[in-house]
Structure formats: structure tokens, C-alpha cells
């Protein structure tokens, strides 16, 4: 959703020529007797909004004296208040050209119009004419040079275009209304769209009213099925819009206005699935929502940072983009702002976090772009500074207001809501190939289904990845507590550890090298499933890691063996034994010595850190028990590992 004051389709609040008509105390540029009395009643049909009646008036001015200015000023104000700017531009210069030195505002207004109309080399003619004058407001002065540049900016953007084939989602997305891209799932599978639709009304009712609610699409077969209204108890009769998704699909946060709980005109609130179910949302709090607008969440696939437009105090301009971080109790940090590399003294707005958690593409008007809103991208560097933002170039950006864009998570296919390429209705939404240089890093994704290895029960779970270069966890998640299901971002360029954890169950462990993977990094689907705490039941520690032939736990290491370590505070009464195993390169004397040393060092790190040793064992079984061939790389990498079994409980 969005601040009243600012709106997605052009706008132009140039009454600068009608103020300069109706307060000046000089007499108008006709000597004409009859031409006055016209325009003064055409001023009073303006004030009216009559404007069909005000321009037949002012053309029987302008036809009482050709050279009327004022007049031809009045005629492109309305055709701007009524959004035909191309015709508001012819008027305003039959003004221009019957008296070029009646007004240096003129000049920038005319420019405006052009500006904002695509015509790049026609207004910065203009902006250079009004800036000739000497003596101007800087304040003009200042928005002058600053459109000049984006005039610049435009014509060799246009010069230049950028990739973009947008291709409309079809009748089962797109409406005759207008239809606005939300957020699209890890796995691609569900699409969510804000769509405004006309509030139903007595007939007796002069104006239509409309009202935003969310839909939801599914894939099925490569196709999208025919979105369906979201319902109860997110969709409400006030107006909800801006949603965003966590990428495992199992939250929402969306922003919705004049509600009871709220705290401003429009405030963020969360929702979170179970099944099938979405449960009743809740306002995100006084910490996050402020008095004033909050709105256009966008959630970080790490599950803990939450980024958002506002127009509370202590921004850098009218409306900025900030983020909150969810802390380990369940509460929200004060919002911070992201500072003077995205935020500037005019509108920022929606944010979307792309999974990779680096790249930032949002909408401003402060960048240096085309004109208007343009669409930009900023990228995180290792210190966590976003870098100079990067306007997506054209087309993608044009003279009119590009806003918000949506990016997959395998980052090479966007999606845009927009009224200018044909369409359905309104707004549509159109997918189309992010060229290679605005493209995120590639994320892939971990989807299945945790269940009871014996019974064969769905189970709810808990979901840890870590960076096994700096032992972080990276994300966190939960499988549904009633399928089961599970759906874990994966960035690529970097190698994890998976952690599956539930109490009562022996965890499970995964290993995902993705460092130095390109696009054709394909999605791992399969299912976990968790064993019970039995005697006699064994777990492969997968990231468990030592350099070849030696003995050293390395660093990468850590992680795993905290999980271990907590499964066993956690389990008292367990007892295990460790065991080291190899493949069949070089002798068996050898591996089975080096197999127990690395058994000994995880035996080690365990007593050193508070296990009692009387509940330890370790053996070394060399190349004496393979669970996989050793003659392939995959199967001898399988058979060297570290694993535990319980042994008494």
C-alpha cells in the first residue's frame, strides 16, 4: 500500500500557472473586455472541476485574442489536472509563443510536463531557457539542474536500452482491475497479487469506492490456476495491500489501514499458516508501526530481518526504507534506517529483499534515474554497506512511475505491475528475463516433508542452516506442524550445514556444497525423516569434516558438534558411541588407525566441552563397514565419515 500523497500513475500537481494567473494584481495580457469576462468565468468552472465548460469557455477566449496567455496557461492546467499532458505541453507553448518573456515559470513548467512525458531533449531545452533568467527561486533552480540531469539520464538510458520482454501472466493472474505483484514462493509454485476491486454500492451512490484485497495463485502442472481471493481472516472490508511472504511460504507481513489495533494510517501486521489456514493476523507493535504510514514489507529468507517503507520522523526524505530485526524472543528490534546509500531526501519505497539476502530492489525518486519513480537495485558488500544503487535502466524504467519489482529466487526471472503495456485491465502483472547484470546471486531451495521414520506421522520440526565458513546460522525455519511440509532457501556461492532437530528424536544432519555453482544448480527435494531416540539407532554426522589423512576437527566442524552437544544435554540419560570410518584408499592398518584418532578427536571435543566421559565410547572401523560403493568420488566421500550411535539409554 501507499502514502495518499504519492501514487503510481502520473500526477502532475503543476497548478504553478494557475497560481500565477488567479494571484497576480497586474492586468491580464488581453486588452479584450470580453476575453476577461470568459476567463473569469472559466477560473470559476476550474474551481468547480467543471472543466469540460472551462474549455469551451477559454477557447472562445483565445479565440476573442490569439495571443491571451493566461488563457492558453489555464487550458494546460486542466488538460495536466485531467492527465492529458501531451495536450496540456501544445497549450502551454501557444503560451510560450504568444509572449516568450511572460513568465520564466513557464518555462519550468512546461519542462515538468515534458520531463514526465518522456520528450528528454524538449525539456531540458526548457529547464536551460527557465534557468537564462536571472533572479529565480532556487529552490526551481535547484529542481532545474536536478531534472536536467535525468534528462540526460534518459536519453542515454533510451540510447541504451536494456533487455526486457515482458510477457502478461494471463486471465487466471491478471483482472479488468487492477491486478499489483506481491511475492512469489522459493519453489515458484504459489504467486501473490494485491487486487483492487470496486466496493458494491446503492445505486443511488454518486462515486465508486474500491477495496484491496490479496489473492493467491498455485502452480499446477507448469501452469497457473485461476487466482483466488485469500479470504478471511487476513482479507477484511478495509483495504490490505503491500504483502510479502517468508520464502518457506509459512508467514505473511502485509500493511492494512484504519484499523482498530493501528497506530498510523496504515500499519504492518503478520499471519502465520498451518495447513491450509492462515491465522488471525496481528499487528506488529508499537516498536515497528508508528503515527505515522508504515507499509511495503519485504522478509529476509533468513527469517530475522524485515524490511519496510515509512514516512515516520527521522528519515531522510518524505518516505524512506528501513528494517527491524526479529530478536530470539520473538520481539522486533527499533526500526533503523538503511542510511544515505538508499535512503535520499525524496521517496524511497518498496523494498523487496531478494532471498540471497545481498540484493535490494525498491523505487525511488531520488536516485539519479528518468524521471519520477525509477527502479533500482543496491547490493550488500561483506561489511553489510549497500552499495551505490543502480537504476535498472530502460525500458524496464521509463518517464512515468516504476515502483516495485519482484525477483525469483533462482534471480533470472522479475515481475512487474504495470497499465502501459496493454494487457487485461488496469494494472497487470508481467513476467520478463532479469538481464545477467541486475540479477541476484542464485538461490535454490530444500523442500520435502519431516515425518516419524517409524510410525511415518507428520511431524513439525525444527530447521537450522549454517555457513559452515564462519559457523552463522544463515536461516531458520519450521516444517507445518500439520503436513509436515518444509521449503528452505539455499544461496548458492557458499557450502551449508543443515541441522532437522525436534525433542524426543535423534536429529538429522545434511551436507549442501553449493560454492562455486552456477544457474544450473537444481532444487533438492526429498524427504527427512526422524528417528525416535532408540538404543541402537545411528546418525551420520555429514559435517563432521578433517583435511585428508589427518585428524584435526576443522572449523567447519563446530556447528555440528554444538548439536550434538545440545542433544545430549538435552538427553541425560543417552549414551553413545562415536565411530570413524574411511573408504579403501591405502591400507587397512592405516584407516583404522586414522578412522578411531578422528572418532577420539569428536570424543575429545565432546568431554572438553561439560560431557561426561562415562557416557562416551569411541572405535575406529576403518574401511571395514562402506554404505556406498568406493568406486565413485560420491560413493568414497559417502563412506568417509563420523557418525554416533546410542548405545544405552
Same mark, same amino acid.
Given at each position: 500500500?501507499?502514502?495518499?500523497s504519492?501514487?503510481?500513475?502520473?500526477?502532475?500537481?503543476?497548478?504553478?500557472g494557475?497560481?500565477?494567473?488567479?494571484?497576480?494584481?497586474?492586468?491580464?495580457?488581453?486588452?479584450?473586455?470580453?476575453?476577461t469576462?470568459?476567463?473569469t468565468?472559466?477560473?470559476?468552472?476550474?474551481?468547480?472541476?467543471d472543466?469540460?465548460?472551462?474549455m469551451r469557455i477559454?477557447?472562445?477566449?483565445t479565440?476573442?485574442?490569439?495571443?491571451?496567455?493566461?488563457a492558453?496557461?489555464?487550458?494546460?492546467?486542466?488538460?495536466?489536472?485531467?492527465?492529458?499532458?501531451?495536450?496540456a505541453i501544445?497549450q502551454?507553448?501557444?503560451?510560450i509563443?504568444?509572449?516568450?518573456?511572460f513568465s520564466?515559470?513557464?518555462?519550468?513548467?512546461?519542462?515538468n510536463?515534458?520531463?514526465?512525458?518522456?520528450?528528454?531533449?524538449?525539456?531540458?531545452k526548457?529547464?536551460?531557457?527557465?534557468?537564462?533568467?536571472?533572479?529565480?527561486?532556487?529552490?526551481?533552480?535547484?529542481k532545474?539542474?536536478?531534472?536536467i540531469?535525468?534528462?540526460?539520464?534518459?536519453?542515454?538510458s533510451?540510447?541504451?536500452?536494456?533487455?526486457?520482454?515482458p510477457?502478461n501472466?494471463?486471465?487466471?493472474?491478471?483482472?479488468?482491475?487492477?491486478?499489483?505483484?506481491?511475492?512469489i514462493?522459493?519453489?515458484?509454485?504459489?504467486?501473490?497479487l494485491?487486487?483492487?476491486?470496486?466496493?458494491?454500492?446503492?445505486?443511488?451512490?454518486e462515486?465508486t469506492e474500491?477495496?484491496?484485497?490479496?489473492?493467491?495463485?498455485?502452480?499446477?502442472d507448469?501452469? /497457473?490456476r485461476?487466482?483466488? &481471493? +485469500? !479470504?478471511?481472516?487476513? %482479507? =477484511?472490508e478495509?483495504? #490490505?495491500?503491500a504483502?510479502? @511472504?517468508?520464502?518457506?511460504?509459512?508467514?505473511?507481513?502485509f500493511?492494512?489501514?484504519?484499523?482498530?489495533?493501528?497506530?498510523?494510517?496504515?500499519?504492518?501486521?503478520?499471519s502465520k499458516?498451518?495447513?491450509?489456514i492462515?491465522?488471525?493476523?496481528?499487528?506488529?507493535?508499537?516498536?515497528?508501526?508508528?503515527?505515522?504510514?508504515?507499509s511495503q514489507?519485504?522478509?529476509s529468507?533468513?527469517?530475522?530481518?524485515?524490511y519496510?517503507?515509512?514516512?515516520?520522523?527521522?528519515?531522510?526524505?518524505?518516505?524512506d526504507?528501513?528494517?527491524?530485526?526479529?530478536?530470539?524472543d520473538?520481539? /522486533?528490534?527499533?526500526?533503523? &534506517? +538503511? !542510511?544515505d546509500?538508499i %535512503? =535520499?531526501?525524496?521517496? #524511497?519505497m518498496a523494498?523487496? @529483499?531478494?532471498p540471497d539476502?545481498?540484493?535490494?530492489?525498491?523505487g525511488?525518486?531520488g536516485?539519479?534515474?528518468?524521471g519520477?519513480?525509477d527502479?533500482?537495485?543496491?547490493?550488500?558488500?561483506?561489511?553489510?554497506?549497500?552499495?551505490?544503487?543502480?537504476?535498472l535502466?530502460?525500458p524496464?524504467?521509463?518517464?512515468?512511475?516504476?515502483?516495485?519489482?519482484?525477483?525469483?529466487?533462482?534471480g533470472d526471472?522479475?515481475y512487474?505491475?504495470?497499465?502501459?503495456?496493454?494487457?487485461?485491465?488496469?494494472?497487470?502483472i508481467?513476467?520478463?528475463?532479469?538481464?545477467?547484470?541486475?540479477?541476484?546471486?542464485?538461490v535454490?531451495?530444500?523442500?520435502g516433508?519431516?515425518?516419524?521414520?517409524e510410525?511415518?506421522?507428520r511431524?513439525?520440526?525444527?530447521f537450522?542452516?549454517?555457513?559452515?565458513a564462519?559457523?552463522k546460522?544463515?536461516?531458520?525455519?519450521s516444517?507445518?506442524?500439520?503436513t509436515?511440509e518444509f521449503?528452505?532457501?539455499?544461496?548458492?556461492?557458499?557450502?551449508?550445514g543443515?541441522?532437522?532437530?525436534?525433542p524426543?528424536?535423534?536429529?538429522?544432519?545434511?551436507?549442501?556444497?553449493?560454492?562455486?555453482?552456477?544457474?544450473?544448480?537444481?532444487?533438492?527435494?526429498?524427504?527427512?525423516?526422524?528417528q525416535?531416540?532408540?538404543?541402537g539407532e545411528?546418525?551420520?554426522?555429514?559435517?563432521?569434516?578433517?583435511d585428508?589423512?589427518?585428524?584435526?576437527?576443522?572449523?567447519?566442524s563446530?556447528?555440528?558438534?554444538?548439536k550434538?552437544?545440545?542433544?545430549?544435554?538435552g538427553?541425560p540419560?543417552?549414551?553413545i558411541?562415536?565411530?570413524g570410518h574411511?573408504?579403501?584408499?591405502?591400507?587397512?592398518?592405516?584407516?583404522?588407525?586414522l578412522?578411531?584418532?578422528r572418532?577420539?578427536?569428536?570424543?575429545?571435543y565432546?568431554?572438553?566441552?561439560?560431557?561426561?566421559?562415562?557416557?562416551?565410547s569411541?572405535s575406529?572401523?576403518?574401511m571395514?563397514?562402506?554404505?556406498d560403493?568406493?568406486d565413485?568420488?560420491?560413493?568414497?566421500a559417502?563412506?568417509?565419515?563420523?557418525?554416533f550411535?546410542?548405545?544405552?539409554?
Amino acid at each position: 500500500m501507499k502514502p495518499k500523497s504519492l501514487i503510481f500513475t502520473i500526477t502532475f500537481l503543476l497548478l504553478l500557472g494557475l497560481d500565477h494567473v488567479t494571484a497576480q494584481t497586474s492586468p491580464l495580457s488581453t486588452k479584450s473586455k470580453k476575453a476577461t469576462s470568459l476567463f473569469t468565468e472559466a477560473i470559476d468552472c476550474f474551481d468547480r472541476k467543471d472543466f469540460p465548460k472551462a474549455m469551451r469557455i477559454l477557447d472562445k477566449a483565445t479565440q476573442e485574442d490569439p495571443a491571451f496567455v493566461e488563457a492558453f496557461i489555464l487550458k494546460g492546467d486542466i488538460l495536466s489536472e485531467q492527465k492529458y499532458p501531451r495536450e496540456a505541453i501544445v497549450q502551454y507553448k501557444k503560451g510560450i509563443a504568444a509572449n516568450p518573456d511572460f513568465s520564466p515559470t513557464l518555462y519550468f513548467i512546461v519542462a515538468n510536463v515534458e520531463l514526465l512525458t518522456g520528450l528528454y531533449e524538449d525539456a531540458r531545452k526548457d529547464y536551460e531557457k527557465f534557468l537564462n533568467y536571472p533572479d529565480q527561486p532556487k529552490e526551481k533552480q535547484a529542481k532545474a539542474n536536478k531534472n536536467i540531469k535525468s534528462c540526460d539520464f534518459g536519453i542515454n538510458s533510451m540510447a541504451h536500452p536494456v533487455p526486457f520482454k515482458p510477457k502478461n501472466l494471463g486471465d487466471s493472474i491478471n483482472s479488468p482491475y487492477d491486478d499489483y505483484i506481491n511475492a512469489i514462493t522459493a519453489d515458484e509454485q504459489q504467486l501473490f497479487l494485491t487486487r483492487k476491486l470496486p466496493r458494491v454500492h446503492h445505486v443511488s451512490s454518486e462515486s465508486t469506492e474500491f477495496n484491496e484485497d490479496f489473492y493467491k495463485a498455485v502452480k499446477t502442472d507448469s501452469v /497457473w490456476r485461476k487466482a483466488i &481471493n +485469500l !479470504g478471511p481472516p487476513v %482479507n =477484511t472490508e478495509e483495504n #490490505e495491500g503491500a504483502l510479502c @511472504i517468508s520464502p518457506d511460504g509459512k508467514y505473511i507481513f502485509f500493511a492494512a489501514c484504519n484499523q482498530p489495533d493501528g497506530y498510523g494510517s496504515c500499519d504492518l501486521y503478520w499471519s502465520k499458516k498451518t495447513g491450509d489456514i492462515w491465522s488471525e493476523p496481528e499487528n506488529l507493535g508499537s516498536v515497528v508501526n508508528s503515527s505515522a504510514w508504515d507499509s511495503q514489507p519485504s522478509f529476509s529468507s533468513d527469517g530475522k530481518t524485515l524490511y519496510f517503507a515509512s514516512t515516520r520522523q527521522g528519515g531522510k526524505g518524505s518516505s524512506d526504507i528501513w528494517k527491524t530485526e526479529l530478536q530470539p524472543d520473538g520481539s /522486533w528490534s527499533v526500526p533503523v &534506517n +538503511l !542510511g544515505d546509500s538508499i %535512503n =535520499t531526501k525524496f521517496e #524511497e519505497m518498496a523494498p523487496f @529483499i531478494h532471498p540471497d539476502n545481498r540484493t535490494l530492489y525498491f523505487g525511488s525518486r531520488g536516485h539519479q534515474g528518468m524521471g519520477g519513480f525509477d527502479i533500482f537495485y543496491s547490493r550488500m558488500d561483506a561489511d553489510g554497506n549497500w552499495t551505490t544503487p543502480v537504476d535498472l535502466g530502460y525500458p524496464i524504467n521509463t518517464y512515468a512511475d516504476e515502483v516495485n519489482l519482484v525477483v525469483n529466487a533462482k534471480g533470472d526471472v522479475a515481475y512487474i505491475s504495470s497499465d502501459k503495456l496493454g494487457g487485461k485491465g488496469g494494472m497487470d502483472i508481467y513476467s520478463f528475463q532479469l538481464y545477467k547484470e541486475a540479477q541476484p546471486v542464485m538461490v535454490t531451495y530444500f523442500k520435502g516433508i519431516v515425518f516419524d521414520k517409524e510410525t511415518k506421522k507428520r511431524l513439525e520440526a525444527k530447521f537450522e542452516l549454517v555457513d559452515l565458513a564462519i559457523g552463522k546460522t544463515v536461516s531458520c525455519s519450521s516444517s507445518d506442524p500439520l503436513t509436515g511440509e518444509f521449503l528452505l532457501s539455499l544461496p548458492t556461492e557458499k557450502d551449508y550445514g543443515l541441522n532437522v532437530s525436534k525433542p524426543g528424536y535423534l536429529f538429522y544432519s545434511d551436507h549442501f556444497a553449493l560454492r562455486g555453482e552456477s544457474s544450473k544448480t537444481k532444487p533438492f527435494i526429498y524427504n527427512v525423516p526422524l528417528q525416535p531416540i532408540r538404543v541402537g539407532e545411528t546418525v551420520i554426522l555429514k559435517n563432521i569434516f578433517f583435511d585428508t589423512d589427518k585428524y584435526d576437527l576443522k572449523k567447519e566442524s563446530l556447528s555440528e558438534l554444538a548439536k550434538l552437544i545440545q542433544l545430549l544435554k538435552g538427553n541425560p540419560e543417552i549414551h553413545i558411541e562415536i565411530s570413524g570410518h574411511t573408504d579403501n584408499h591405502g591400507t587397512a592398518d592405516h584407516n583404522i588407525i586414522l578412522s578411531r584418532n578422528r572418532a577420539q578427536a569428536v570424543y575429545d571435543y565432546l568431554i572438553l566441552n561439560g560431557i561426561a566421559k562415562e557416557r562416551l565410547s569411541y572405535s575406529g572401523f576403518g574401511m571395514t563397514r562402506p554404505i556406498d560403493t568406493n568406486d565413485t568420488e560420491t560413493g568414497r566421500a559417502n563412506n568417509r565419515r563420523t557418525e554416533f550411535r546410542v548405545v544405552a539409554k
